[in-house]
């Protein structure tokens, strides 16, 4: 899942693409921008919409993008996750995270105001059989604009669930709006970055947890404040502290024996990644 992690991607590629332009400023005959890059991370937890996805623990994770220059693009991003399966029933287990998204990004507006539509799919590719209640795979649509005012950059973005989310049952038509701000302070390469977003969870009134317990009260909000040093060439290293006022009876870390539920999967905690854009 790549909103909340991949910040760190975008700003090392945009401190790259700074770096790219400059260069052909200075030199009429420097080589073109490839329409492909490939990023590499490593991160002591992998967090999406201020969800643990690794039981708190590191992950590795890696994608590509083609960007054409009319707009359209397509990407691939992949992580190590410990999420999917249930301890107690050992029917399915999905060690990684792959998504897989398209669309079209132009500075419609004007400079430095670039939007953004596309789809994007989740798979987890598994060992074992889904029942009703576990298959993670989610589809969802996007849009988003981005804006430029001198130092500070960002963007607002809706996703919306064509499908179920993550394994939620009855909750397709979910809707997920988000703000991420970056605010370069011209000192050694070091960007301010904040985050919010609501996850609303749809078709959840009637329902019951997978333990019995109710969670109709499971759409929550995340929020994020942290650092990114610019290191150039490609190379960023980012620390922030993420948290959630998540619902723990439903948004749990199920590693435990039985139908034990170790955590809430979204309590507060300090997120590290080092980045690397080719």
Known sequence: MKTIQKT???????????????????AADAPEVSPVTANVTVTNDYRYR?????????????????????????????????????????????????????????ELIAPGFASDFGVLQYYYPSKGSYSATVNANTTELYAAQNFTFGP?????KVNYALTTIFGT???????????????????????????????YVAGQPNTSGPLGQPYN????????????????????????????????????????????????AGRGGAVVALTKTF
């Open 50 to 106: 201020g969800i643990t996805q690794s039981n708190y623990q590191p992950a590795i994770q890696g994608g590509f993008d083609y960007a054409h220059e009319s707009g359209l693009y397509i990407g691939n991003w992949n992580s190590s996750i410990n999420w999917v399966g249930n301890a107690n029933a050992n029917t399915v287990n999905a060690p990684i995270e792959m998504d897989f998204y398209g669309g079209f990004k132009k």
């Open 169 to 199: 049952p009855n909750s397709a038509g979910s809707v997920y709006p988000d703000l991420t701000v970056n605010y370069d302070t011209g000192f050694w390469g070091i960007s301010a970055n904040g985050h919010v977003g609501y996850q």
């Open 217 to 264: 009260n499971i759409s929550y909000t995340d929020w994020k404040l942290g650092l990114t040093k610019d290191f150039g060439g490609g190379l960023a290293l980012s620390a922030s502290y993420v948290a959630t006022n998540a619902n723990p009876n439903y948004w749990n870390t199920f590693t435990g024996t039985g139908n034990a539920a170790n955590s809430s």
């Open 152 to 156: 500070l950059t960002g963007f607002v």
């Open 8 to 26: 760190a991607i975008a700003l090392a590629a945009s401190g790259l693409l700074s770096g790219l332009a400059t260069q052909s400023a200075i």
